[in-house]
């Protein structure tokens, strides 16, 4: 089976979770402070903060930056439902907006305008397949109604400009990301004095850490907040730090594979849309298009399940959760719902073949031309 996405993991992996386990020192060691600096300087940034998760990350940002009860955060509904999970865990209310275009599925700036309320203090951006919104004209938005300018990089890890849009950014490192620690984060903040306190958060609001202290740097510690146990280990740093820096040329192999579907999809599938424009920057984190309007998505990721190909849909919008049908009633996003009908993931990965890319347009041509593919007004009639 030809996955959609697929961790590369291997001997030096496994190597650094040798050396780890020799150690005897498994969490919050040299290896989580090198992976942060590491990270942070890979993506132009000062520094960075390790955390269990981007979902963690998002949460700790919204707090640090005291976002909480009573406060509305403009969010995406075309993302993985953590974007908004980390606004409600914050105590605060997420107000959806809907994408830009069919074919740039952003939070549209339009729309984000008109869900401003009083209330409102923060957006949180999505990187959505690994393209950045606009910096200028979001850092623009964000000066002028005063808010705070969060983006959700989950997508974006080696983006050039990934997690500095705004005012802090957070990754993610889960398995089918672009590069994986199996699970963990890592969170961006402009403002020192906001990292710092992430940095706090992240570990129950204490002042010092074990290791400063059996090091001698610290006597004893004081908890100033009331914190978490967001923390990343040792473990998870040390595969982080051997994905690092593998990330460029595994993206560069990523945006060579979309470019060739690019081309192909335009030959072969004429009316299949795909997102962005052409040489977009993007960490190319995955490969959505869009169906032709009418033909049933389930029956096409059936007929190349059949071929051996293995397809998903980012995403079910979060607006029709259930859980956000009743905590947000009546949200109706007419683009991210047409967007969400007729998305279809196809396989993206640095271990496949550019042979693979033509096995795979030609089994959706293949697929879109039956006739039990299209429409069903089109269907009745002929049976
Ligand atoms: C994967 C993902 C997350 C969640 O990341 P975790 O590290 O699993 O918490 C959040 N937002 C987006 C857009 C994602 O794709």
């Known amino acids: 089976m030809l996955l959609v996405a697929e961790p590369t993991l291997g001997e030096e992996e496994k190597a650094a979770l040798a050396a780890v386990i020799d150690s005897g020192w498994i969490t919050m060691g040299d290896r989580v402070a090198a992976f942060e600096k590491a990270f942070a300087a890979a993506h132009g940034v000062a520094d960075a903060v390790a955390v269990g998760s981007c979902t963690a990350g998002l949460h700790l940002v919204l707090e640090s930056l005291g976002i909480g009860p009573g406060d509305e955060v403009l969010v995406p509904a075309m993302t993985f439902v953590a974007t908004a999970n980390a606004v409600l865990h914050a105590g605060a209310t997420p107000v959806f907006v809907d994408i830009e275009a069919l ?37 623009a938005f964000a000066a002028a ?107 560069a192999k990523r945006r060579a594979l979309t470019e060739a579907y690019r081309q192909r999809l335009r030959r072969a599938c004429p009316d299949v849309l795909v997102p962005f424009a052409d040489n977009q920057p993007s960490s190319n984190h995955i490969l959505p298009v869009l169906l032709p309007e009418g033909a049933d998505r389930e029956t096409v990721m059936d007929a190349l399940r059949a071929d ?76």
């Open 103 to 139: 074919d740039r599925p952003l939070m549209a700036p339009d729309d984000a305008k008109d869900k401003l309320t009083a209330r409102t203090r923060a957006v949180i951006l999505v990187d959505y397949a690994g393209t950045l919104p606009d910096p200028d004209l979001w850092r």
């Open 145 to 251: 109604h005063g808010l705070r300018l969060i983006e959700d990089a989950a997508h974006a890890a080696g983006a050039e400009g990934a997690g500095a849009i705004g005012d802090a950014g957070v990754f993610s490192f889960y398995g089918n990301k672009n590069m994986t620690t199996a699970e963990g984060g890592m969170v961006f903040a402009r403002d020192p004095a906001v990292l710092e306190r992430i940095r706090r958060l992240r570990g129950h609001g204490m002042t010092s850490s074990t290791r400063q202290r059996l090091s001698g740097h610290a006597q004893g510690y004081d908890v100033t907040m009331l914190g978490y146990n967001h923390r990343m280990d040792e473990l998870r740093a040390a595969v982080g730090l051997v994905q690092l820096a593998k990330l460029p040329a595994w993206n």
């Open 308 to 383: 051996g190909i293995q397809t998903s849909v980012h995403y079910a919008p979060v607006h029709l959760f259930t859980l956000y049908r009743e905590r947000c009633p009546d949200v109706a996003l007419p683009l991210t719902e047409e967007f969400a009908r007729r998305e279809l993931t196809l396989p993206l990965h640095p271990k496949m073949e550019d042979a693979q890319v033509d096995t795979v347009v030609q089994a959706l041509a293949d697929a879109l031309s039956r006739a039990d593919v299209r429409g069903v007004a089109e269907l009745e009639g002929s049976e």
